[in-house]
């Protein structure tokens, strides 16, 4: 059985061709290696994909690719690749599919006729389905075959996992979607244009003129159907467990999560930050760009002390979602940069207020631009997530098994190190929140620490 693949994405359902990709390239900070539509009618399902953020590909020519009349209702995904294959990005990227018929074109693959298609955030241990037969391996893929099989409630009551997850099915006149029990991955209900559909986060509808009706309820199966009606079925009883890293790094600064708020949560950590680490001879409060801001400006005015950005960035992309780590490197290398009248720092002693540190790419890109370029005085590292990646107190080595790109078997810049070894591999004073902190600004929003997954910080492992 073939490793299966994670992944951190975006997914959304919707009625038009328009409103699938304008939802999705809302959901554009979720991946942007590969996109992916698929375009259902009645008894017929086509799809495309591309490499590539959203507009690689022009809406204009996807309309003549799928023209309205022979249509329905469209899902469509952008993929942040974690475990996926670099030499086969089209083959891994979504709808996946079982059937059809494949035409390449290089960039891109279109694929007619197909019998099922399935777009999914989250990742599902290839353990849970026996010696089913893909082609690649992926979770996706045989979560798609076990639906074929079995049907969805089986699916939710049998496969532990994350899955926020679409699935067309050429026999039915709806589109499935499925949330695990545990909510890992994130999902709302929405409506436009007096039609329901579905998207990864509430802000894709807000921001295109649609609105938010609910978040998704772990363990429930949605019908969306053709005429833009939906209907659902609680399968299992939840088990709470969302993922703290969604508010803290992945979702968009404006989306609401769960009833909490992205912005409000970044803004508590920030001020509990303040409460914990406030060094004395700090002159000037800033932010590695984007995610941190919300938590530096709260943090700023928590301890006193002024703010002001110090660095750009060319591209809002994010170099965490890169597949490979030269990647990862290059997109930091080339889009991170001082802004231009830095000399103003020269010989100061600064706070610099960061999500989190997973591998330390950013952290030492950094640290050359202050100490080496803006020649600062003095950095503190302040990061609002606690350490990621540690051997937990029952010996396991910690990181992500539920689709985002933080394995256990990672190059986890605090795995068997200190403070005080971590700092000096970062080459500055670094310090993190503690997890007790962090869990109560959680709980003062409303939401309690026991339907937290924290497994990559040293919690316990959702589905035990």
Known sequence: MPEEISHNCGLCVAHTLHDAYSLIKSLQHRGREAT??????????????????????DLTDLFKIFPAHNYRVY?????????????????????????????????????RN?????????????????????????????????????????ILREIPGSYTMAIADKRRDDIVVLRDRTGIKPGVLGW??????????????????????????????YYIGFDGTYRKKQVVRPMKRYCFFEWNYLADVDSVLNDISVRRLRSALGETMAGEHDPEDAELVTFLPRSPEVAARSYAARTGKPFEPVFYKMRGERSFQGSTV??????????????????????????????????????????????????VGKVYHLNYTPPIGIVGEDGKPRGC????????????????????????????????????????????????????????????????
């Not at 009248?341 to 540190?357: A, C, F, M, P, Q």
Request: proline share 4%; charged share 30%; net charge negative.
């Open 36 to 57: 992916g539509i698929a375009a259902v009618g009645e008894g017929r399902i086509d799809v495309i994909k591309w490499k590539g953020p959203v507009n690689r590909f």
């Open 75 to 111: 899902m469509a995904h952008v993929r942040y690749a974690t475990m996926g294959r670099k030499d086969k990005i089209l083959e891994d990227a979504h709808p996946h599919t079982i059937g059809g018929t494949e035409d390449r074109h290089g960039s891109h693959i279109i694929i």
């Open 114 to 154: 197909c019998e099922l298609a399935g777009v999914h955030n989250g990742q599902v241990d290839a353990v849970h389905f026996g010696e089913t037969d893909t082609r690649t391996g992926c979770d996706t893929e045989l979560l798609l075959h076990l639906f074929r099989e079995k049907g969805e409630e089986p």
């Open 192 to 221: 436009k244009d007096g039609k329901y559909g579905i998207a990864s986060e509430d802000i894709a509808f807000r921001k295109r003129g649609g609105s938010f009706v609910e978040d998704l309820d772990p363990g429930s199966a």
């Open 326 to 375: 030269d990647e990862r490197k290059d997109s930091i290398q080339q889009n991170l940069h001082l802004l231009p009248d830095h000399e103003r720092l020269g010989g100061k002693t600064l706070v610099t207020i960061d999500d989190s540190i997973v591998r330390g790419n950013n952290s030492r890109r950094e640290r050359h631009l202050l100490y080496d370029k803006a020649g």
């Open 401 to 464: 098994l539920f689709g985002v790109d933080m394995p256990p078997e990672d190059s986890f810049i605090a795995r068997g190190k200190d403070i005080g070894q971590i700092s000096d591999e970062m080459g500055m004073p670094v310090r993190y929140i503690s997890v007790e902190g962090m869990l109560k600004t959680y709980e003062a929003l409303g939401m309690p620490r026991s339907e937290l997954c924290t497994y990559c910080i040293g919690g316990c492992h959702p589905f035990e």
